[in-house]
């Protein structure tokens, strides 16, 4: 396990543009970065919308709305996804990529008798 912030590296300066700068709960290690900037041709920008792509599927993928009794107060873990494809087409667009957006969160669900209210691509 490898985490490296120094400002003078292209790994470092990824783990500043996706904010992922703490070292004692990093989510990439140095090497899947430096495989990233490979695949780019250490394009920082192009690399930096790669991560944040995986950051949205990640998040995408954990996303829900918790709510306490009758949803007056609820927390909705999908913002993080949305967060992070917004920094991957601005990324994007300071490497010259055009990236077009198919999904970024979908929502599964339960009622409270068990009945599914998941909402799936396409539905209306």
Known sequence: MAFTLDSSSDTGRLRV????????SYIFEDAEIE??????????WASAAD???S???KYAAE???IG???????LDKKIKSKYYL?????YSARSGLEVTEY????????DSMGNDETEYIGDI
């Open 68 to 74: 306490l009794g009758k949803e007056d107060i609820y």
């Open 51 to 53: 991560l944040c792509r």
């Open 17 to 24: 543009l996706i904010y992922d700068i703490d070292s004692t």
């Open 86 to 90: 917004q920094m991957a087409a601005q």
């Open 55 to 57: 950051l949205a599927a």
């Open 63 to 65: 996303a829900q709305i």
């Open 103 to 110: 999904i970024d969160s979908y929502n599964i669900g339960r």
């Open 35 to 44: 495989g990233i900037l490979e695949i780019n041709s250490d394009d920082l």
